[in-house]
């Protein structure tokens, strides 16, 4: 569904930047528990850079280590960014969700995931919206330029 091709040399997004630099907690909704998987391979990036990674997945108890949520409405504690490995006319209800999570920042939606409903629904909530890329390409990016 969506990988992560390696940088090229395109400049980072400050915007990005600023938001990992300030970030602790990323929801993968999504997150594969098969290490092949581009969302695994992902979080376990953004986990080994620092970042607490908040599995969302309809099966599994626990993924990298960590709890699994069956579904952002389980989640009652503060977050910092969705990140979202769906296709992309399933991100709708997804970001209805996440834009009344406690303390959301972002949503972002992975390399290749775009919808247009999904952006209306997170500039509408007032919450920074992300589509198209990868979050890992885009920290590897703000890492390269010092940025973080």
């Known amino acids: 569904m969506s990988s992560c091709e390696l940088p090229s040399a395109k400049k980072a997004d400050k915007n990005i930047c600023k ?6 907690t990323i929801v993968v909704v999504g997150l594969s528990p098969k290490p092949h998987r581009a969302s695994n391979q ?25 709890k699994v949520y ?22 709708p209800p997804i970001v209805e969700k996440a834009v009344k999570l406690p ?24 919450i920074f919206y992300v589509e198209d890329k990868c979050i890992m390409v885009e920290h590897i990016r703000c890492e390269k330029e010092g940025l973080l």
């Not at 938001?19 to 602790?24: E, F, I, P």
């Not at 620092?50 to 969302?56: A, D, L, R, T």
């Not at 992975?110 to 919808?115: C, G, L, R, T, V």
Request: glycine share 6%.
């Open 19 to 24: 938001l990992l630099k300030n970030t602790k």
């Open 103 to 126: 303390g959301i920042k972002c949503v972002f939606l992975q390399e290749s995931i775009k919808n247009n409903k999904s952006k209306e629904i997170a500039e509408n909530a007032g």
């Open 70 to 91: 069956r579904s952002l409405d389980e989640i009652d504690f503060e977050v910092d960014i969705v990140d979202i490995f769906r296709k992309s006319e399933d991100t």
């Open 42 to 66: 992902v979080a376990k990036y953004m986990q080994d850079k620092g970042y607490k990674i908040i599995p969302v997945y309809p099966r599994e108890d626990e993924i990298l280590g960590e």
